[in-house]
């Protein structure tokens, strides 16, 4: 099928493209398959070979361009090496000579073959012609050559030997793709074509190395604890339940919402310095900064008060930037530039009562009274300060102070990091306590940090009083139970509350927990920190939990597979008129020249 490269590099622009109707073109990028399929079968090149190591295990890419980089133009290197790439283009220069651009570790370096050198080793030109002509954009090659520089200072591989085809593209590799639900839904192709998208997901990588490289060097050790449990503890989330049908425990089991109750039980354990990088699950809405699947960080830190949380937070934070700057001016330069500026130490940091009420113009009432939410009610609709949620029937006090924070202290974090300190006992009921002396009010020891107005770390000294922290879960509950009563669907279909009092840890504490420092992170919170994206989605290798459960998966209707065999049907009748002209014309030559030898 002589005719067939030329109909799919015309197709190629259109494959990805929206129909008029509003439909994908899965009709289009069906045909391309076939058409490339029939392509790559008549050459006989459909095929997925293993591996070979015969000259010499092959070398990376980024390997390649450091240790070639000072090669003379127009000389070539003694060593020859084999490099494993992903075409991005192909472009041909007569018959004799073509270059490759190779992409392998997101780094690049041109493929240089030319029929001269490679006839020395028994290549023919039509074996040349038909490689030149048969590779596409998106195939996998091996190239076997020497390193050199071309005339424009290209360092390239001149190849020694006919390129391999390892793996064909049997789908178009589009230049650009714009649209959001294509790149949603064919992420891996994003991924091939959008830099940033695959930088942002290398810049996590980076990042959960780097923390882990922080805590280790620091005396901590990672734990592993469980996902599965029969409750989910460790914070205020409704969590998703899974039934344990082939094992011995047979019954529903809660995944973890978060791993902080498990790592308290290492440290009363003996180990003073744990943390865990892993996933929590949480049943809620899906939003830019929330996703029911994300990844936490926490650790726990023996003999550590709140101001040594803040300390280690600030040093945590500011080496992460210093090292995502460096990464992203040298590696991911798609991401923008960090301003390391505003991560000067110390940090803002702000007592959540007396910072309020200075904000409000007035004082907050007794927030551990019963009637503390319906004064705090009456004391904003007579100073007419409007607040979201405040209107709300349902609203508990704990929302109603969030909300007043988000509205009058979360700003200040717009320019400079800032550490809210010492909420109400109402919003961290399972932190450590006291009475505040500048107000009064029973305050927990507890900061969060804020960047850019957004969330990025909460940090707790921890209750290690076995009976005061039975009291917090049971308080904890009731608080549950009454905003249920205000909230229906807090609760489960069977009137049972997502939290519960966990015995089997109030029982581990009274083997003694020691006075500990934790801490916690959404690893998904620092990449969006740092990588400039607005969306948690963009954190996640495939999106968020809409999209990895809405993901078309290639769906070939009837109508798409006839339209695909009409347009194969169409180009091989084309293809067959064009070789029977080009048969004519041959004929009409060989008459034309018998006529002239007889004259």
Known sequence: MNSSTPCLQFLRP???????????????????????????????????????????????????????????????????????????????????????????????????????????????????????????????VSITGRATKTPTGELSIEATRLPELLTPALAPLPFKLEDEEVRIQHRHIDMLVNRKTIDTLRLRSHLIKYLRDFFHERGFLEFQTPILAENASGATARPFT??????????????????????????????????????????EGIDQTHNPEFTMCEFYNAYANLD??????????????????????????????????????????????PALESALGFKLPDLSASSSREDLLALLKQHKIEVPGLNKPDITLAKLLDNLASEFLEPYSLTKPLFITHHPVCMSPLSKSFVCPKTGQHVSARTELFINGKELANMYEEENDPASQRQKFVD?????????????????????????????YVQALESGLPPTGGWGCGIERMVMLFSGTKRISDCLSFGNLRHVTNVPGAVRTAEDEEKAREMMDEMEKKGARERKREKGKEKEKEVMDVSDGEA
């Open 14 to 140: 259109y494959a990805w493209k929206w129909k008029p109707v509003g439909a994908r073109n899965t009709a289009y990028l069906r045909f391309y398959h076939l058409a490339r399929q029939h392509e790559l079968i008549q050459s006989n090149a459909l095929k997925y070979p293993r591996i070979r190591h015969e000259g010499g295990a092959p070398m990376r890419i980024p390997i390649f361009r450091e240790k070639f980089k000072d090669v003379e133009m127009g000389k070539h290197a003694d060593e020859e090496v084999i490099i494993h790439g992903r075409v991005q283009s192909v472009r041909r220069a007569g018959n004799k000579l073509m270059f490759l651009d190779l992409k392998g570790e997101f780094e690049h370096v041109q493929g240089l073959c030319n029929f001269n050198k490679l006839q020395v080793t028994g290549v023919e030109l039509g074996e040349f012609k038909a490689l030149a002509k048969l590779l596409n954009r998106g195939d996998i």
């Open 476 to 504: 904890q509950l009731n608080a549950a139970k009454r905003e249920a009563s205000l909230a229906p669907g807090v609760y489960n279909d069977e009137g049972e509350s997502a939290m519960e009092v966990d015995e089997s």
């Open 242 to 283: 899974v039934t344990a049908s082939e094992t011995s425990v047979n019954k529903s089991l809660a995944m973890r919402i978060a791993p902080e109750l498990w790592l308290k039980r290492l440290v009363v354990g003996g180990v003073d310095k744990v943390f865990e990088l892993g996933p929590a699950f949480r049943n």
């Open 308 to 353: 040594d949380l803040i300390t280690l937070t600030e040093e945590l934070i500011c080496g992460a930037a210093s090292h995502c700057r460096d990464l992203i001016a040298t590696k991911l330069d798609s991401l923008p530039a960090i301003d390391m500026s505003q991560y000067q130490r110390p940090f803002q940091q702000l007592e959540f009562i």
